[in-house]
């Protein structure tokens, strides 16, 4: 066993390249902890469970690569989420699919790995997005056959690049050897001036560079948005950029609270329905204010 | 060529683990630079000549590894310094060449490597500190048959176990294969907190974690203090703590610039006056404030 001081000034600079005031995990966890911490090794003695009826989909490290062997997986890759699922990401995995079938691999395992532990309060809650991915995989915008989803039981810290490095190498442990990362991974808005936090392209350059993930490839992709032309998903062409519209986390929640569609191709019809309901269920009370923070 | 973004507040809070105002070398540089940087390749055309008289010792790693050579060391062992060499310096340096003669090499030679470049206001400009580390030489403190002294071109960035990282690395493309490290490296009190900015043992940690390093023996040294039993600096034995004295940078500062003398056995006399003679140096006007940064 270690104790030692818990330098929060120095802990919150490193991690997060700041020290302003309002970073979510700063304020939910940090800040209220104590002046000291304990380390050393963890021996489990048994899984821990929630009784939320999540459970069965916490599947440990462990058993991860048991189901990846089941399915006779040749290649797994990874894709990181909290969020609920759209057609833009759907077209993410579904891409490296195709590629990973393209360099030879026989039968690539999409782990679909929501994050399961402290969101803010503005995210849709664990419950609802499980709810939400259910829908995506019976209405098979994903293929039932090549995925497996699991919940990823780490508290979100909204560190960028920093936090992209655990997220990374958490599921090179829990047997993946494809990591999809997109623009800006585990970013946010500067808390206090009216920019991103991080460059929107640190994150792909830190994985590539970080000791310890040489085992991983990195799988990059272009930014997906919604083509009015085709009334779909597809990869942003800058060449005709007046073809499409980026619909962010912010103009969804909004479209979804207001009981409103997006437009056709943005999600599928059953995970739009959960959303909905998922806003409908805040109480009267909650309309209007931002909801509670779900704890880790 | 690169041409990337000056984060400023990302880069000083992942540098030094805090962005409290008052860190020197940030408001030497960082403050007062672009908002844009450049990077790339460097090809160095000539050599290049500060014209102070000190060229002489301004060695590349490829002209050290040459003087190696010549010497025909079988070990190299670096010592990191901002501040005139006392007799403590000493102890760990000479301690330092019989430990390695015990582990059976035949001919350690010291890199007495000064920092050449920006240092805070209170520090001991460079030519003073060449001037004093000559005195070490010819008093004998030091052996020149075995020590090589060339100046560090880099200036100081006060950022403790990141830093510690850098004067690491920089002197194994010199040529050492062993670093001799210290009670906090790099470090300074924070900028407006009463308390030591870094943990002391965290250079030391870092450095024997870091990747790139690993090629590096790290020597690490328990601390050098006064030991007025013996009237000589000694290895700082807690048992008998009341025998020791810690003779501060302040301290040994406030004594030189009243033209106190240190207790004997603390510097060797020829350092001593050169200390006495740099700030007797200072213009009347400059007594008792803090004298100017010495630009990089």
Not at 62 to 78: G, P
Not at 168 to 173: E, F, G, P, Q
Not at 196 to 225: C, Q, T
Not at 237 to 250: C, E, H, V, W, Y
Request: net charge neutral; glycine share 8%; hydrophobic share 35%.
């Amino acid at each position: 066993i270690e104790i030692y001081k818990h330098l929060k000034e120095e802990r919150i600079a490193r991690t997060w390249g700041t020290t302003a005031p309002g970073l979510p995990y700063v304020e939910e966890t940090i800040t209220k902890a104590g002046n000291w911490l304990i380390g050393g090794d963890l021996e489990v003695i048994e899984p821990i469970k929630y009784h939320d009826g999540l459970d069965r989909f916490r599947l440990s490290p462990v058993e991860l690569r048991q189901e990846f062997e089941k399915r006779n997986a040749d290649a797994v890759f990874a894709f990181q989420l909290r969020n609920p699922v759209h057609n833009g990401h759907a077209l993410l995995m579904t891409d490296t699919r195709r590629r990973l079938l393209e360099m030879g691999y026989k039968n690539p395992i999409l782990l679909l790995h929501p994050l399961g532990g402290y969101t803010k309060a503005d995210d849709v809650p664990l419950s609802w997005r499980m709810k939400q991915h259910e829908k995506v995989l019976e209405d098979g915008v994903l293929d039932p056959e090549t995925t497996v989803v699991s919940i990823f039981p780490s508290p979100m810290h909204y560190a960028g690049p920093t936090e992209v490095q655990w997220h990374a190498k958490a599921r090179i442990n829990a047997g993946a050897n494809f990591y999809i990362v997109g623009r800006d991974p585990a970013g946010m808005g500067h808390p206090i001036e009216k920019r991103d936090l991080y460059d929107a392209d640190h994150g792909k350059k830190v994985l590539s560079m970080a000791p310890g993930l040489e085992r991983l490839n990195i799988l990059p992709f272009r930014v997906a948005a919604y083509d009015k032309t085709q009334s779909k998903m597809a990869f942003f062409d800058p060449s005709r950029a007046q073809d499409f519209l980026f619909i962010s986390g912010t103009k969804m929640r909004a479209l979804a609270k207001n009981k409103e569609n997006p437009p056709d191709g943005f999600m599928c019809p059953g995970g739009w329905k959960v959303l909905v309901k998922y806003y409908d269920s805040l109480t009267p009370s909650d309309n209007g204010r931002i909801h509670e923070a779900v704890p880790a």
